[in-house]
């Protein structure tokens, strides 16, 4: 299943970008640690792509710490980029991000010259709660739901510091299949987007092979973490189900509630730190992912050109 997700507002986001980069200084694009590529928007980087631009590996608190520095390196090997991590709930470090954005756009500051920056990000990435944070009050509405901020909103962080936020977007289509699974169990998808239990058992197969201990342990399951590793994806969802009492009658599981379980418990870290990608990863997906795109456009061509007829030769050569 290809999840995707572009409601109305999402189109309106990405007007209003167009139309503000212009007079913007730097851009912060806020990341989930947990997901940092899945979680970047490719169609953001079209629209800004000559800005400086700020990668902030938000929830960081959540992710792998040693996943979250291969990814702070993969970004600041970039150009005219930089990468921090943070949780956006803690004022010293979300404070590093006026600090940043200086030093990328160093002849910006001052009332003649002030700083301006536009800060995007996926939905329910915590650009609302970050904003709350910086400017020292409930500025932005918060909630544990893709989609809260749905207006473009002007933040007066200093007297030369004016920051935008945007409400959360994703994009029209997302190519990388992988990236959709996850963004779907981080909460950046709307619910009626997806289904809920194939989205667990996909979280459940990545996160027994990497992360095998920290499961058994969360839910009790009396196992080693090589025969966690080894479980069918079907049948840990099922075992997961039955300890945390998530049943049926005659002892069936109701796998969606098991489902809902083994996906909150990643949203909120009780399952442990986790990053559910390394930068090798999403290079081999993102390269798989342009691949088939690349043969659906060109089948899409050829079921077009055959619905049109060659043009009739000239009777006269």
Known sequence: ????????????????IGERIKDI??????????????????MLAELTGHKPGLKVLNKQDLADPERTQQWLAHYNAL??????????????????????????????????KPMRVLICGIPNVGKSTLINTLAGGRKAKTGDEAGITK???????????????????LWPRIIVAKSGYNLAA?????????DDE?????????????YAKGLAARFKLDLDAATVADMQ????????????????GKGRVNLQK??????????DGSLGRITLETPEEFAAWLAEGEQLDAERRAKKEARSGKGKRAPAADAGT
Request: proline share 5%; hydrophobic share 45%; glycine share 6%.
């Open 1 to 16: 299943m290809a999840i995707q997700w572009f409601p109305g507002h999402m189109h309106l986001t990405k007007k209003a």
């Open 25 to 42: 200084d730097v851009v912060i694009e806020l990341l989930d640690a947990r997901l940092p590529a899945s979680s970047a928007n490719p």
């Open 79 to 112: 150009p005219d980029t930089r990468a921090i991590g943070l949780d956006a709930s803690q004022t010293t470090p979300a404070r590093q991000l006026v600090e940043a954005c200086h030093a990328l756009a160093p002849n910006r500051g001052g009332m003649a």
């Open 151 to 169: 207006l473009e909103q002007r933040i007066t962080l200093a007297d030369d510091f004016y920051l935008w936020d945007t409400p959360g977007m």
């Open 186 to 194: 981080s909460g950046a998808v709307g619910r009626n987007a997806f």
């Open 198 to 210: 194939e989205v667990a058992l996909e979280l459940l197969d990545y996160v027994k092979r990497h």
């Open 233 to 248: 994806d079907e049948e840990l969802l099922d075992a997961i189900g039955r300890k945390r009492g998530a049943l049926l």
């Open 258 to 267: 098991a489902a809902e379980i083994v996906m909150h418990a990643f949203r």
